[in-house]
């Protein structure tokens, strides 16, 4: 198990590494460089300048060292000041070092936001801290509700509750965030003026106003899949020997389904509600987007559109740790739950 | 100047009797097929159950939109008529006496219109897209199952890697205009466009080795037909002006591929290492069949209800994934009517006006829904076999 476990481990570093390079390639484009110079002088810049701005920055150091600095195997590097020929930081917002040093991610240096003028790791985490809160109410909602349909229409297959059950899920699958967003907000906040079509005050405050329509949006898609998964996984067991003992012996159906098939039912969608978490990432971009609320989607939309490079390998090395981690917490969980399998 | 508007029963008349091509065509159809149902195998059987033919006719609706969309449409979907803006649903465009059914957005554009031309992009690049995903899917699936060992090793880690990217993410980089400048979307392109091209010929190859009669009138339509399309995609040189893609379509196109393509191919390859391990395919093995026959000829058609379902959901999953492109407003031009750019332009200004973000949201809606219903009577069809 050990032995697994490890070896998963290092398949998730060697794959968070080819990744983080792939993104470091794509985001260090010409002209994505280009667009980030422009954005970061004056209006009416000449080509010498914009260059010149990109050399004192240290983004014209050759490819490698300057991944290697990020990551934290080379020493950072600081830029000479033309005017004094003196070390000084690139940024002037952030700590950068002043001398030589290992400073990358393996020590806890993410670097310097362009857009927000600050240290990365003081945008990114509160802003993950504002997003665990939005995917901790959505599981709150979706996970039961999705597995208490998912039993309801496995129960018995092909009766009206399964096929009414089945055919809503089948719907909510259909219906993507910025299809339920729109279609909530009109309903509840144009029509009956219920809720709030914003979340841009949770920030300072949640309250059922204004935080039940994100969270709506985000677990609609979900409970969808999650509960047709249940479904069949609780279908197939329904069909088993040990049921059909259980019935025979005279026990109610009511206890057959709680006390013998509820246990090996929900199995499976463990490993679907793990696996769900990197669909509920690029839900939460669009979510955080239309209900403007500060948090990790948010500034991942917010780097990316304004080419903050530090930013954005800070975003994706996070999202890319989430789709990882799950899926190891998954197979873990899943050859725990279920003794059948065994791991070699 | 005072708009004149109609009544609501008189907006959702209009609406049904623009869709007049779409009605006769579909009752020709669903009629036919209802009809012959039982010698038109699986797809017959659909029209059994409640969902099946609920699914099939959505998709078929769509679809006849999509094709007689310049008949059904009242207004050219960019054109802005400057009195109708923000118009709301059944105002009556002064100029030419024809109703805004379902209103006019802030640009004062038809919305009806836009919804009815949206379908067309929806319909060629999402099932076009699914296509190519399958050809890769299924062209590196098939090697990785069958052989196992360390192609399966190599291509499973690429595949993973490709999966572990949020998508999001995955669109901001590749799908950008700065992107456009480097020969990145056009190496792609490339490698991808070259798949269905390889797929076939090995496909024809494999059968017809010992009849070059056959092969070479087989192998010479893919080489030229592929070629011809090859050539238009990836290097714009259609010799006959034909096929042509824009180069932001083109970004897209790859992308979407680049993202669904992975998921064919963990499908394909669980499918080929259950099937390999059958009889016919041990029979085929002891025959003294080349490996890719009997990938081709003996696992593939095997494996070809599961990935039927797939590709019905895939084509939904396509359609979600271009309106997020929409909605983000990457690689689509900005006045494009497809569906996620609409509903990204509405959305903004959903607390004033809420009649633009209804009919693309509804749309996309009921086109993903139409497939998810037909791709699960489609399972339990296949599954009562």
Known sequence: MFAFVFRRLGTMLLTMLCLTMVVFFLINLEPNLKKLAISQTEMHTSAEQLESWLVNHGYRQNFFSRYGQWLGIVPKQPVTDPATGKPTRRFSFCNDPVEPTFSGVLQGDFGCSTKFKTTVASKLFPALGATGILMFWVLVVMVPISLLIGILAGMREGSRTDRTLSVASIASTATPEYVSGVIFTVIFASWLGLLNGSAASASRGITFYNFTLPVMTLAIYGIGYIARMTRASMVEVMTQQYIRTARLKGLSFGSVVVKHALRNALIAPFTVIMLQFPWLLTGVVIVEVMFRYQGFGYTLVEAAGNNDIDLLLGCSLVSVFIVLITQLISDVGYAFLNPRIRVQ | ?385
């Open chain 2, 1 to 385: 100047m005072q708009l004149e508007y109609i009544g609501a029963f008189n907006v959702v008349l209009g609406v049904l009797a623009r869709f007049w091509p779409v009605w006769i065509a579909l009752v020709l159809v669903m009629g036919a097929s209802f009809a012959y149902k039982k010698r038109l195998g699986l797809y017959g059987q659909l029209f059994d159950s409640g969902v099946g033919i609920a699914g099939v006719g959505i998709c078929l609706f769509w679809l006849f939109t999509a094709i007689f969309a310049s008949t059904i449409s009242p207004f050219d979907p960019l054109a802005q008529v400057s009195i109708m803006k923000d118009a709301l649903p059944g105002a009556v465009e002064p100029q030419s006496g024809l109703v805004y059914l379902f209103g006019g957005d802030k640009l004062a554009r038809d919305v009806f219109s836009r919804m009815v031309y949206g379908s067309q992009i929806v319909l060629i690049i999402a099932p076009a897209a699914t296509g190519f995903a399958l050809m890769v899917g299924i062209t590196l699936g098939l090697p990785a199952g069958y052989y196992g060992g360390r192609i399966d090793t190599v291509l499973s880690f690429l595949a993973n890697l490709v999966l572990a990217f949020p998508v999001i993410l995955l669109f901001y980089l590749l799908v950008t205009p700065g992107i456009m400048e480097t020969p990145i979307p056009y190496a792609m392109a490339g490698v991808f466009f070259m798949f269905p091209i390889i797929f076939f010929s090995v496909l024809f190859w494999t059968r017809y080795k010992k009849r070059p009669d056959r092969l070479y009138i087989l192998l010479g339509l893919t080489l030229i037909i592929g070629g011809w399309v090859y050539a238009g995609l990836v290097f714009d040189a259609d010799p006959f002006r034909i096929i042509h893609i824009d180069p932001n379509q083109l970004n897209i196109f790859v992308a979407v591929v680049f993202a669904s393509s992975p998921g064919v191919f963990r499908i394909v390859r669980g499918l080929v290492m259950d099937i390999k391990t059958r009889d016919y395919v041990a029979a085929a093995q002891t025959r003294g069949e080349s490996p890719w026959y009997i990938m081709l000829w003996e696992v593939l058609p095997n494996a070809r209800g599961p990935l039927i379902v797939d590709g019905c959901l895939r084509i939904g999953y396509t359609t979600i994934l271009l309106g997020t492109l929409g909605y983000f407003g990457l690689g689509l031009a900005p006045e494009s009517p497809d569906w996620g750019t609409a509903i990204k332009d509405a959305s903004r200004l959903l607390r004033s006006f809420i009649h633009p973000a209804l009919p693309p949201t509804i749309a996309l809606m009921s086109f993903v829904l139409g497939l998810n219903l037909l791709a699960d009577s489609l399972r339990e069809q296949s599954m009562k076999d």
